[in-house]
């Protein structure tokens, strides 16, 4: 009889720990229920309908953490105060839910900083044409409807809890089995989920933590690119993340507006009349005909090269291979190993506004649009701020294109006809053309049915059907931004200028039969990985009446050919052509200068010294660890 009481007794100490245990969940049952249907829900609903997109592993078991969590901290609280508190909760999660769902539905896109950043710039009159265009009843049947008819059952069950608890229903023999055995479950399935799932859960929450923690846009970026990183699954979540996004890009803008106030040139010469810097996205070179690829990928500049007035330069790398820290390298006047970061030194364009160069920026990627990646809003917020476009540019355009022939039809409509020649004015023009290239999804990068002039079956065999499939489809991309940065050239054929070509970084796109595609973000940069991704196709082409007119630039430029030179410093480069004098010049940055440091070390990544890696640097883990990103 000891022996059975004992056990009586310990069986109802497990049952008390039970309900302890439950408890958080049966004083906001409703509440836990309506909330994890709606984040789960929403969690499975907005996947891109692209290729290798699928929903967060772990959302159902995080979500059931996560609000396991809250109800312990709900259960704290008298019910009146609780009562209260989920109010609350609900007026600020449905709307943000509902929201971010219908810009899923209309934009592919869940609420992004950039969305955030619209938001702030929009005007009660544009507010008005933006509900007027998209709020319809169409949207109540897509899964904004979901959304809203979990709310609605939400609150039907209110009412009708309401109603149930007025009547006070007696308590019987089988509801309370049912209830002890409701509670067992329940119990069961709450220590279930913490110990299944501790690890990823707790990964999770780490690398959100780590997520939230940097001081800068920047770092923000790259953590988005590490294997591990964070998964946003709700949309309260991702409105945080968009508002601290926000934050940490306008404390940079704030000091470059505050710095735009001390630029000042000590003089100009205007050098170079018109000058034209093309940026390109993605460029692999060697998979340029230009520098010896055994496919006719360039034959437009390597024709170009062959008359002798464009130069390729043989030894030039990118300092990062992630577009938006190459593009604040190249704007702004600070080179790496200086000291503190970018945003403390002035932009390039604003010294040549500053000297009395036109200015013209007209980008295929960097303007803001609702559906707007991270990695874009990362590069080109300091581009699209009012006063720091003001500075930067006499000229934008407002548009993308889905190919870069639309750069080309914007330059015709915005820039040619204002075009100073050489013979109308002393003031010059800058030209800066920025091209989609060939960004990721190359299929999509040139027009399938003019343009494809390389098919899967001219590639090895070692590859698999579809990795050739993509390869041809890189090298078609390839052949169709010759064919645009030919035409570029053209334009300024009869005119004193010179142009420079440079693509933000490289790319891998299973060259020599390894099956390596994209970037590799990892620590770890090994030879190989710096000749795909860092080392870039770069050259200089001058006008006949360039070279007539500018003799020794043009012998400078074929002295520089072979000098090593990073990216990082191409706004030195462009101030010598310019013929710009100011505290921030710095010829021992400038190829073209007999000043010129070839002994500086090129740091990538800021982590590795280029000019110190060797060749058979090669290793296993190299191929393990890349990843497709983008």
């Known amino acids: 009889m000891k022996i059975s009481a004992w056990i009586y007794r310990l069986l109802g100490w497990v049952y008390k720990l039970l309900g302890w245990i439950v408890e958080p969940i049966r004083r906001n049952d409703a509440f836990f229920v309506f ?242 810097l093309i940026i390109g996205e993605s460029c692999n070179r060697r998979h340029f005909q230009l520098y010896g690829y055994d496919k006719a990928t360039t034959p437009l500049q390597t024709q170009l090269a062959k008359e002798g007035r464009l130069i390729p330069f043989s030894d030039v790398i990118a300092p990062w291979n992630l577009t938006s820290f190459v593009f604040k390298h190249i704007f702004s006047l600070y080179a790496v190993g200086d000291e503190g970061e970018w945003c403390d030194y002035p932009l390039f364009p604003e010294l040549f506004r500053k000297a009395g160069y ?123 931004n010759d064919s645009i940065v030919h035409q570029i050239v053209q334009r300024f054929e009869d005119k004193d200028a010179i142009v420079i070509y440079m693509p933000d970084h490289g790319e891998e796109c299973y060259l020599n039969d390894k099956p390596i595609l994209g970037r590799n973000h990892s620590a770890m940069i090994t030879y190989d990985l710096a000749q795909e991704e860092f080392h870039i196709p770069f050259w200089i082409w001058c006008s006949g009446k360039y070279v007539e007119n500018h003799p020794d630039v043009f012998q400078q430029v074929k002295r520089a050919k072979d000098k090593p030179f990073m990216t990082d410093n191409i706004s030195q480069l462009l101030l010598y052509l310019a013929g710009i004098e100011s505290r921030w010049t710095r010829p021992s940055a400038n190829p073209l200068s007999d000043d010129y440091d070839e002994t500086r070390p090129r740091i990538i990544k800021n982590s590795v010294d280029y000019n110190i890696l060797k060749p058979e640097e090669k290793t296993k883990e190299y191929d393990e660890q890349v990843k497709f990103v983008k």
């Open 358 to 480: 036109q200015v013209a920026f007209i980008t295929n990627q960097f303007l803001p649009q609702a559906g707007e990646q991270v990695y874009d809003f990362s590069g080109g917020f300091f581009l699209n701020n009012p006063e720091l476009t003001k500075a930067q540019f006499d000229i934008r355009n407002t548009s993308l294109h889905r190919f870069d022939d639309g750069v080309l039809e914007d330059y015709d409509r915005l820039v040619a006809d204002r075009l100073q020649d050489s013979t109308a004015s002393n003031n010059g023009t800058l030209m800066i053309l920025h091209l989609k290239g060939q960004h990721t999804r190359y299929g999509e990068r040139y027009p399938l049915k003019t343009r494809r002039k390389f098919r899967y079956t001219e590639y090895s065999e070692k590859l698999s059907k579809r990795h050739r499939f993509i390869q041809a489809d890189y090298d078609n991309a390839t052949a169709y």
């Open 35 to 276: 909330m994890f249907a709606l984040f789960f829900t929403c969690s499975q609903l907005e996947i891109p309908d692209i290729k290798g997109y699928k929903p967060y592993e772990y959302a159902a078991p995080e979500i059931f953490a996560d609000l396991y969590i809250i109800g312990v901290i709900l259960s704290l609280f008298p019910q009146k105060v609780r009562r209260w508190m989920r109010g609350i909760f609900y007026a600020v999660v449905y709307p943000i839910v509902i929201v971010d769902v219908f810009c899923f539905v209309k934009f592919e896109s869940t609420i992004s900083p950039t969305m955030l950043l619209l938001l702030g710039e929009t005007n009660s009159s544009e507010a008005k044409e933006f509900f007027a265009s998209y709020l319809s009843f169409d949207v109540l049947w897509s899964s904004v409807g979901i959304a809203l008819l979990i709310a609605l059952l939400h609150l039907l069950w209110n009412i009708i809890k309401r109603y149930f608890v007025r009547l006070r229903l007696q308590t019987t023999n089988a509801t309370m089995i049912l209830g002890g055995a409701a509670r067992v479950f329940a119990a069961l399935m709450i220590v279930y989920v913490f110990a299944e799932y501790y690890e990823p859960i707790w990964d999770n929450k780490s690398a959100m933590h780590r997520l939230f923690s940097y001081k800068n846009i920047g770092d923000v970026e790259h953590e988005l690119t590490k294997k591990d990183k964070a998964q946003l699954y709700a949309a309260p979540q991702r409105l945080a993340f968009s508002i601290y996004s926000n934050k940490l890009a306008d404390a940079q803008v704030e000091k470059l507006i505050k710095g735009v106030a001390d630029i000042k040139v000590d003089s100009c010469s205007f050098r170079s009349k018109n000058i034209v």
